[in-house]
C-alpha cells in the first residue's frame, strides 16, 4: 500500500501517518508544499523510533506525483466522496491519497478523480476526521480486504 499526503500542513499528523505507515508497511508520500521542515521535532516526536522503518518518497507537486505512478489505482478520500471506503475492493499497490488538514484535496483534484474518491461516514454537523485518524481507518481496512499481507497476527488466548 501506498499513502499519500498532499500539502499536509501539521507536523504531528505527518509524524502519526509516517508511524502508522511504519508499522504497516505502507509507503509514505508526501507532496509539496509542506506546511512544516522535514526536520520539526513535532514530526520527529509522533513518528517516534519509527523512522528507519519508513520508506518515504518526497514530490515537489501533485502532477510530478501523477506522472511517476499515472498507471496506478489511486483512491482520494474527500468529505465529498461518493463511495464508502468500505464499498471500494482494495488491491495490495494501490495508493490511497488525502489532502491537506484544513481544505482537503484541491477541487481541481477531486473533480479529475471523482470516480476514484472514498469518504469515511460521518454525522452531518461534522465537517471531517483528523487526517491522521483518517489515513488509519482507511489503510486499515485496505490492509483488512488484503489479509494484512507481511503483518504479524498475534493469536489472543480470551481464556486467560
Known sequence: MHLV???PEIPA???NVARTCAVTGAELHLVKPLGFSVDDKH???AGLDYWHLLTIHYHDNFEE???AYSDCR???ASTRGGRVYTDVQYEPDDFLIFGKETAGLPEEIIERYQDCCIRIP???EAR???LSN???VVLFEALRQNGFPGLKQIAIDRNK
Request: aromatic letters at 8%.
Open 134 to 136: 483518517s489515513v488509519a
Open 43 to 45: 514530526l520527529k516526536r
Open 65 to 67: 506525483f501523477l506522472n
Open 122 to 124: 460521518m454525522i452531518s
Open 5 to 7: 499526503l498532499v500539502e
Open 13 to 15: 499528523n505527518t509524524g
Open 128 to 130: 471531517s476526521l483528523n
Open 74 to 76: 489511486f483512491h482520494l
